[in-house]
């Protein structure tokens, strides 16, 4: 199967089950596991700019303002910014039909706020200098082409969609786009990051979520985005989505709870009920480092109902 046709399926997929939370977005139970994931995010996002905070230490930091632990100064920095910076993000309303869905003068707040305590990061200021080559060799445009670079991303990417188009192939493209600018002389990834999650708040879905073991996955699919192959990159978002939207259905009462699969993984099916989902052939939620699934699932998989599924 190609990559348009496997992207095609998981996203048929995920307009049917957003489509079917719409009934629940306005409960407690969702707002609570839609703000765990957020928290998530941000750890997973501050781990991936060398904030290596432990969950209880950037708790206490987000909340109280306490920066608990002996990590370096220059983390504490990076996990403040950064979640000032998403909670930007997570105050957005949707765009009503006469505004635009992102603006230029937003991704400039948003390095703002990510990058306020540190001063050599030029907080809400164009990149000055020439950029060394990216991960994936792409070299960025020259610094005085930024404005015109960023001009040029807002007008492609600050109009919601056509109903046809799929909105996260759209956003994936936003991703790989913004990227390849690379407009800030630091903080580029971070702001790629929350810009994707604003798009992705204001069209109705739940944020990327890029944690430790999906880094380098993450990393390859870039560079095939940036060598003009959408497929694995818009993909890896998808999955992302897919498993945020099965997180806030199980938590939201609309479909049967997540529970981990060691608790259905007993005696002699333990190995196998694992192998199923390695195999795609059980479908699971990945939180953190938990496999997490649900009876129904178990039970499709047993009776031979469940069709293999794109891996969450």
């Known amino acids: 199967m190609s990559g348009a046709s496997s992207f095609a399926d998981l996203d048929a997929t995920i307009r049917a089950e957003s489509k ?27 781990r991936q700019a060398g904030a290596l905070l432990d969950e209880h230490a950037l708790r206490a930091l987000i909340e109280r303002g306490l920066a608990l632990g002996d990590r370096p100064l220059r983390e504490y920095l990076i996990a403040s910014g950064y979640a000032d910076a998403a909670r930007f993000v997570q105050t957005a309303e949707a765009p009503r ?43 960025p445009p020259p610094f005085w082409l930024v404005p015109r670079e960023i001009a040029a991303f807002v007008d492609r990417f600050g109009r919601v969609p056509p109903e046809r188009d799929s909105p996260l192939l759209f956003v994936a493209e936003a991703h790989e786009r913004f990227t390849r600018i690379h407009p800030f002389t630091a903080g580029n990834g971070r702001v790629a990051r929350l810009v994707t999650n604003l798009l992705l708040r204001r069209l109705g879905y739940p944020p990327l979520l890029i944690g430790d073991a999906e880094r380098r ?38 479909r049967e709870a997540l529970r981990p699969l060691a608790e259905f993984a007993r005696s002699s099916g333990r190995e196998a009920l694992y192998k199923a989902a390695q195999r795609n052939r059980l479908r699971i939620v990945r939180k953190g480092r938990s496999l997490l699934t649900t009876a129904e ?6 009776t031979g109902a469940e069709r293999p599924r794109p891996k969450l």
């Not at 409960?27 to 997973?44: D, K, N």
């Not at 230029?104 to 950029?131: F, K």
């Open 20 to 46: 079917a939370l719409a009934a629940t977005r306005t409960t407690a139970a969702y707002r609570r596991e839609s703000e765990a994931i957020v928290f998530e995010e941000i750890h997973a996002s501050c």
């Open 97 to 139: 039909p006469d505004q635009p869905l992102l603006r230029q003068d937003e991704i400039v707040e948003l390095h703002a706020r990510a990058t306020r305590l540190l001063a050599e990061a030029r907080p809400g200021a164009w990149r000055v200098t020439t950029s060394g080559a990216l991960h994936s060799g792409m070299v």
């Open 217 to 254: 996955r993450y990393r390859a699919a870039l560079a095939k985005a940036d060598a003009r192959d959408p497929w694995p990159l818009a993909m890896f978002l998808a999955r992302s989505i897919l498993a945020g939207l099965t997180r806030l259905a199980a938590a939201s009462g609309s």
């Open 297 to 302: 699932w178990v039970n499709a998989y047993l």
